[in-house]
Every structure is written in structure tokens, then in C-alpha cells.
């Protein structure tokens, strides 16, 4: 589905992914963890093709549902239905909750309006609502459901509830559960490792801006010493 190989990447002259590969099957869920400054939000971008992978081999390769993806501009790689709901959630605040549903729709999606409402009842109480006056929580659902109705094929979304206070970091762990159970396979970065052992068939963690561990959700849940050793005590779930 989607296969990334040794991707590379910077901010000018600092070299932020050091060949970042991972892969993503058919209707899987896989989280990428690590540290702050890890390198996660950038390999999203990398693969969305905000950050341009360049480097050593042309800077990696993205391969998503068989195309080469890497190198494309953003557009071109949202428009095969590689999806990226970055942290700031980039929903209209000028604009109400329908009126931003409205403008991501796409005929041929599997989710329209009303399938977006019946997953977010709370976005259909909030329909006329601006997205300025929206909370934190209803803007992260607004912005997944804006995804939603622009086709996905993959969803990748960079730490969907943080900050979020616990009871809205159920509710959307239940909606992921929902567009997971839907087939759509997604790529989360979450540091919440409760929300990511409830959510996930596998785990990568990064560490400057490379892969230093990968595995299945059982594995890692029993495996105490990458926990710590990875993603410090502060993390442990
Ligand atoms: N726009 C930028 N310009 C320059 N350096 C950046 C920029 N964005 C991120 N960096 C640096 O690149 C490295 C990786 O950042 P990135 O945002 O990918 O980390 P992260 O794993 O998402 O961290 P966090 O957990 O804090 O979100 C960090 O050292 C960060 O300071
Ligand atoms: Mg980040």
C-alpha cells in the first residue's frame, strides 16, 4: 500500500531523516513514535512531499499503491489519496463546519456528508457553526472529517489528540477504530501510547531521523525496555 524506502531530508543544511523506510499494508494502522524532535512530523511531510526527500538515491523512495510518489508536489500526492492532517489541523476558521466539509467533498468518495456526521454526530450539532468558535477537539474531528470526504486511500494524521482533555481522546479513539474498521489504512504519530496501543497493528520508532525499532502492537506492549529506552519514562503507558 504504501512502502517508503530510506528517505532523507532536511531544513536546509541539517539532515533531519537519515533514510527513513517503513511501510503501511492494506487496512493497517501504524504508529510512528519517538522522541520530540525524532523526526516524525517531518517524515509525514516527507511523504506528503511538503518537505522534498532529497539526498543520497534522489533522497528515497515513496511508493504508494504503486506509483512513485516522492518528488511529486503536495497536490499531485493528496490527489492519489494520500491524506495528511497536519498538527494545526489547517481547517477554515473563517468558514462554518458544513461549509468545510462541503469544500473537501468529492463525488467518488466513500464518505459524504451525512457518513461524516453519523461518525462525528457532534460536527452535525455544530454544522452552522464557524470553525473559529469550534473547540479543540471538534476542530481535530472537522479536520479529519475534511479528509474523509476527499477520498482517502491512507490517512496519515500527526498527533490527532494532543492536548485534548481525556474524554474527547476517547471519543476520537472510538471514530479512528470506526475509519479503521471502514478498511482505511492510517499513519499516526501520537506520543499518547495508550491511545497508540489501543489503536495499532504495529509500531516504528524513530530516533533522529532514524528507524531504530519495529513491531507488531504485541510485541511492544510486553516489551517494557524499548519503551523505555526509546521514548523515556515520561511516555510509558
Ligand atoms: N521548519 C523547520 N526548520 C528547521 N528545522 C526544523 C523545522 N521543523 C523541524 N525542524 C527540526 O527538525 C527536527 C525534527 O523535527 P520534527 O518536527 O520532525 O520532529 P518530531 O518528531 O515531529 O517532534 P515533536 O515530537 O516535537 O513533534 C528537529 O530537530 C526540529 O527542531
Ligand atoms: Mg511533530
Not at 466513500?110 to 473547540?135: C, H, K, M, T
Not at 486511500?153 to 471519543?171: C, N, S
Request: charged letters at 25%; a positive charge; one cysteine or more.
Amino acid at each position: 500500500m504504501l512502502d517508503v524506502q530510506e528517505i532523507h531530508g532536511y531544513y536546509g543544511k541539517s539532515h533531519v531523516l537519515q533514510g527513513v523506510s517503513l511501510a503501511v499494508g492494506e487496512g493497517e494502522l501504524v504508529t510512528l513514535l519517538g522522541r520530540n524532535g525524532a523526526g516524525k512530523s517531518t517524515t509525514l511531510k516527507a511523504i506528503a512531499g511538503i518537505v522534498q526527500p532529497k539526498g543520497p538515491k534522489g533522497g528515497g523512495r515513496v511508493v504508494f499503491r504503486g506509483k512513485h510518489v516522492a518528488g511529486m508536489p503536495p497536490h499531485r500526492i493528496a490527489a492519489e489519496g494520500l491524506c495528511f492532517v497536519p498538527e494545526h489541523r489547517g481547517i477554515f476558521k473563517l468558514l462554518t463546519v458544513e461549509e468545510n466539509l462541503k469544500l473537501a467533498a468529492r463525488r467518488d468518495s466513500p464518505w459524504q456528508l451525512d457518513d461524516v456526521y453519523r461518525i462525528f454526530p457532534r460536527l452535525r450539532e455544530r454544522r452552522s457553526n464557524g470553525g473559529a468558535q469550534l473547540s479543540g477537539g471538534e476542530q481535530q474531528m472537522l479536520a479529519i472529517g475534511r479528509a474523509l470526504m476527499n477520498h482517502p486511500r491512507l490517512l496519515m494524521l500527526d498527533e490527532p489528540v494532543e492536548g485534548l482533555a481525556p474524554v474527547i481522546v476517547e471519543e476520537i479513539v472510538a471514530q479512528l477504530k470506526v475509519i479503521k474498521a471502514a478498511g482505511v489504512p492510517i499513519l499516526l504519530v501520537e506520543q499518547n501510547l495508550q491511545v497508540c496501543t489501543q489503536l495499532a497493528d504495529r509500531h516504528v520508532i524513530i530516533e533522529q531521523g532514524r528507524v531504530v525499532y519495529t513491531g507488531s502492537n504485541d510485541a511492544f506492549r510486553a516489551d517494557e525496555a524499548v519503551k523505555d529506552r526509546y521514548l523515556g519514562v515520561g511516555l510509558a503507558a
